[in-house]
Structure formats: structure tokens, C-alpha cells
């Protein structure tokens, strides 16, 4: 299932235009260590005005001064967007979570991470689909 390379992708007119778009964002997988690749994007993205959602599986903790959910499907409101740092292999369920909620804009997985079943899943229910690019890096080359 996992790819090295892309299909599915976003190009930088896209992704500055999602950036632009966007304002709030599930990070699946944020992790509450600060030293942690997944903290350090969430914590500059909401630096940067987004409204940041932790997805995280330890339950009652907040990460960056937000409640944490277990589970996309837990997450009340608007999710515009879905930052994704999990193994390319949990995509599958986490597009199938994402369209089940009908409100995700976005899939965006982070670098290094593809999977392109999944991306075409996500794709083919109307979502736009950005694989194996950090959302800090592009916001800041792009939007910076």
C-alpha cells in the first residue's frame, strides 16, 4: 500500500490557495512532545492564526493550550483541513473518517508520507489532496 512516490498532489498554486483558504486543522498525530516534528508544525501554524486541532490517542490532555480528541469523528465542528503525521498505512481509515464526516476540505499528509489508494479515496469525495509536503515548509515559502 505504501508508495514512495505521489500521484495524487497538489501543485504550489494549490497549496498556497488551500493555505489562504483554511482555518482550522485537525493534526492527526500531534504529538504533546515539543521536540516532535508533528508539535513543532501545529505550534508555528497556529502561531500563524489557524485554529488548531489536536488528534491524538491519550485521551484528556490538552497540546498547545487545546482539547485533544481521540478520533477525527470526535471532533465537533467545522474541520476545514486534516494535517496528517501517521504512518502512510493509517490513511486508508483516516480518509474513510474524514469523508464520513463530510466537512474536510483538505488531506494533506506531511513529508515522507504517501499513500495514494488513499489520496484517490479522498480526491474522489471532493477533497483536495497535498502528499509528502510539510505544511510549515509551503506555508512559509508560499505564503511567507
Known amino acids: 500500500m505504501e508508495c514512495e ?7 504550489d498554486d494549490q497549496m498556497k490557495a488551500i493555505l489562504e483558504s483554511v482555518k482550522t486543522i485537525a493534526v492527526l498525530g500531534l504529538s ?38 481521540t478520533s477525527l469523528a470526535d471532533v465537533p465542528g467545522q474541520v ?36 495514494n489508494a488513499a489520496a484517490q479515496k479522498a480526491e474522489d469525495a471532493g477533497m483536495q489532496v497535498v502528499q509528502n509536503h510539510c505544511s510549515m515548509v509551503e506555508h512559509r515559502k508560499l505564503l511567507g
Open 80 to 115: 476545514d483541513m486534516i494535517n496528517i503525521f501517521r504512518k502512510p498505512a493509517a490513511l486508508d481509515p483516516i480518509a474513510d473518517a474524514a469523508i464520513a464526516r463530510g466537512d474536510v476540505k483538505v488531506f494533506w499528509s506531511q513529508i515522507g508520507i504517501v499513500n
Open 32 to 69: 504533546p512532545d515539543e521536540s516532535k516534528d508533528s508539535n513543532k508544525v501545529a505550534r508555528y501554524l497556529q502561531s500563524v492564526g489557524y485554529k488548531i486541532i489536536p488528534v491524538y490517542p491519550k485521551d484528556d490532555q490538552a497540546i498547545l493550550g487545546e482539547k485533544v480528541y
Open 5 to 11: 512516490f505521489p500521484t495524487i498532489n497538489a501543485n
